[in-house]
């Protein structure tokens, strides 16, 4: 039978690198977002092995409607829950608030909104749930307050829903890279190119690709094998100390 996997933010970056793999290993893909001329593209790309779904994750009547897809795109085995953004990385107090909220809405209520819709269909073919966190579940920095805290919670959500989906055969899996170069820096600061471009410069992100493979990793193991959480980062990638406020 053919597979079929539901991945949101196709238009872009990881989500649409997994489309292209998927696709190119003979899955079927339900491509998600809001940029429907992107969608064209990817369908145009890799025709019909590919739906496109113009969908905001903020739209939650929208989400719960996808448990009605039917006939060969109804099966579901995978849900990437791969939408997400992140606000500027800017103390708290200085963010605009309707800014945090899109992200709060998007990164966390729809996500779950959508996962509670489709489980059935998960569990009557025992699929498997993949969940993008982030490095920033677990690693704080200065401006990740909100963004840090959404996907702490993908992550703390992937692994509570495993024990909800004890003895369903259905997988839970929370992916928690570093910095992968896509546009996601180009949205967090508001579009300015220059800045995402810094950001990459001089060292090794990852890239979309490296982090499709992974998930195409994940995805294909043995199926009684579950990766909780996987953490991974580019190699010039590290960690910093504490910081210490000293007076004078
Ligand atoms: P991109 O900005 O390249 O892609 C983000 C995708 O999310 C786009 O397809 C976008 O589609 C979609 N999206 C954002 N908001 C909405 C919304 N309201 N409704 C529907 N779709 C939405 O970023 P990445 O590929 O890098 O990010 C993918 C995931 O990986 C995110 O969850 C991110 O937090 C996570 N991640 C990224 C890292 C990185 O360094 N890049 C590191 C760790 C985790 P559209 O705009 O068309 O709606
Ligand atoms: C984003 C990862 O390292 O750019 O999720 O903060 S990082």
Redesign the pocket.
């Known amino acids: 039978m053919t597979k079929v996997v539901l991945i949101?933010?196709?238009?872009?970056?990881?989500?649409?690198a997994c489309a292209r793999l998927f696709a190119a290993n003979g899955w079927r893909v339900i491509g998600?977002?809001?940029?429907g001329d992107?969608l064209r593209a990817l369908q145009d790309e890799l025709g019909e092995a590919f739906l496109p779904l113009v969908?905001?994750?903020?739209d939650l009547n929208a989400l719960e409607s996808l448990a009605e897809l039917s006939g060969e795109w109804g099966g579901l085995d995978l849900l990437l829950n791969?939408?997400?953004?992140?606000p500027p990385a800017e103390p708290l107090h200085e963010q605009d608030r309707e800014h945090l909220e899109?992200v709060i809405e998007?990164?966390i209520s729809?996500l779950v909104v959508l996962t509670r819709a489709l489980l059935p269909r998960l569990i009557e073919r025992k699929g498997a749930v993949i969940n993008?966190?982030?490095?920033?579940a677990t690693y704080p920095y200065r401006g990740g307050a909100v963004y840090g805290g959404t996907?702490a919670f993908v992550r703390q959500f992937s692994l509570d829903l495993r024990c909800d989906l004890a003895g369903t055969g259905v997988r839970v899996t929370s992916i928690?890279?570093?910095?992968?170069?896509?546009?996601?820096?180009?949205?967090r600061t508001g579009g300015d190119q220059a800045a995402s471009e810094a950001l990459y410069a001089n060292m090794e992100p990852m890239t979309?690709e490296d982090l499709a493979q992974t998930i195409w990793w994940v995805a294909t193991l043995p199926t009684h094998l579950n990766i909780n959480t996987l953490e991974l980062m580019p190699t010039s990638q590290s960690f910093a100390g504490f910081t210490v406020a000293r007076k004078g």
Do not use: H, Y
Request: aromatic share 2%.
């Open positions: 949101t933010g196709a238009t872009a970056g990881i989500g649409a998600t977002g809001r940029r992107r969908l905001d994750m903020r791969n939408a997400g953004l992140a899109q998007t990164n729809g993008l966190s982030s490095v920033a996907k928690e890279p570093g910095m992968v170069e896509t546009e996601f820096t180009l949205v979309a």
